[in-house]
């Protein structure tokens, strides 16, 4: 009886504990991890949310963009920090598709890191600078027949990347140049300056520029067109059938962060994302709210790393 007694103090103690945890964290400054250059998804849902969590936590949340090998450089930093919930990482489905694209990216994404919660997705989307003068993708493919062309994306790896390369090359058969760069905001910019010719990048990074009229979108590759970019067909409607992709983005810690900060953490994005205002916000950049367990988000990693493993077998791309 007496062993029991222990027992069960034990456990008594430990709930106490991870509750105590909970209820006090954070009680310092938070680090969100971005590992891509500022002006991309990862970067505009991290300040987003950085600000809301901030007034939520009465602590400081800060966004550090630690950009490089497709993501892989911030990533990693993340996995090897300390497991105790104040060093977070903002990363998109790239990560998904970084665990079959690299034989060695510096940290393994099922054993090192724990996914917390999928906050929201968005379609990519093809755009060209103006001086293309093409308004329709199909222009567009049709003035790259040359093979004189160039796109870039967030990086190589990125599933604007993919998109772009499976339709491309695969579907259109049109030889255009990737060009990676260090983010969607670089790979944008290289189109506006005229470095490039097209650009593929998750739409939010995107809207501002198509709706100002500095670069000319041509497709989204979401099943219909979106509410952001109404003026914008998909690449079905453009003559590709069946064309479906999303880039999501997604809060990750390290594994070994206690289950109370995790589902601390979760609590709190999935109170925000139930928020109208917020919900708006996110709509108006061309976002929609996901959410869910962290249960949920880990069996949809799975899902994602096997669907993005058979769409780099399939386009033959190697890590640049």
Do not use: C
Not at 125 to 146: C, D
Not at 162 to 184: N, R
Not at 236 to 243: V, Y
Not at 274 to 287: K, N, P, S, W, Y
């Amino acid at each position: 009886m007496k062993y029991w007694r222990q027992v069960l103090l034990s456990v008594s103690i430990a709930f106490l504990g991870m509750s105590v945890g909970a209820q006090s964290y954070p009680d310092k400054p938070v680090r969100f991890i971005v590992p891509y250059a500022p002006g991309g998804p990862t970067d505009i849902i991290a300040r987003m949310f950085s600000d809301k969590l901030a007034d939520l936590w009465k602590q400081p949340v800060v966004v550090e963009n630690r950009a490089g090998a497709s993501g892989n450089v911030g990533s990693a930093q993340v996995a090897k920090s300390a497991p105790d919930g104040y060093t977070i990482l903002i990363n998109t489905s790239s990560v998904a598709v970084n665990a079959s694209l690299y034989t060695s990216a510096g940290y393994n994404l099922e054993k090192d890191l724990v996914g917390v919660v999928n906050v929201a997705n968005s379609p990519n989307v093809i755009v060209a600078g103006t001086s293309l003068q093409a308004k329709q993708l199909r222009e567009a493919l049709e003035a790259a027949k040359n093979g004189k062309m160039s796109y870039g994306s967030p990086g190589t790896g990125t599933t604007p990347h993919l998109s772009a390369e499976y339709l491309f090359k695969v579907l259109a058969k049109t030889p255009i140049l990737h060009v990676p760069y260090k983010g969607a905001g670089p790979a944008l910019n290289g189109a506006l300056t005229g470095e490039i010719q097209f650009a593929s990048v998750a739409m939010p990074a995107a809207v501002a520029l198509v709706k100002g009229g500095k670069l000319n979108g041509l497709a989204v590759t979401s099943v219909k067109r979106t509410t952001a970019l109404p003026d914008v067909p998909t690449v079905a409607e453009s003559g590709f059938a069946g064309f479906e992709d999303y880039t999501w983005v997604g809060v990750f810690v390290p594994v070994g962060t206690p289950k109370a900060v995790v589902t601390r953490i979760n609590a709190d994005i999935e109170t925000l994302l139930q928020q109208t205002a917020v919900r708006e916000q996110l709509a108006a950049v061309g976002f929609d709210p996901v959410g869910g367990s962290p249960d949920a988000f880990a069996r949809y990693i799975k899902q994602e790393i096997a669907k993005w493993a058979t769409v780099v077998r399939e386009t033959g791309i190697k890590a640049e």
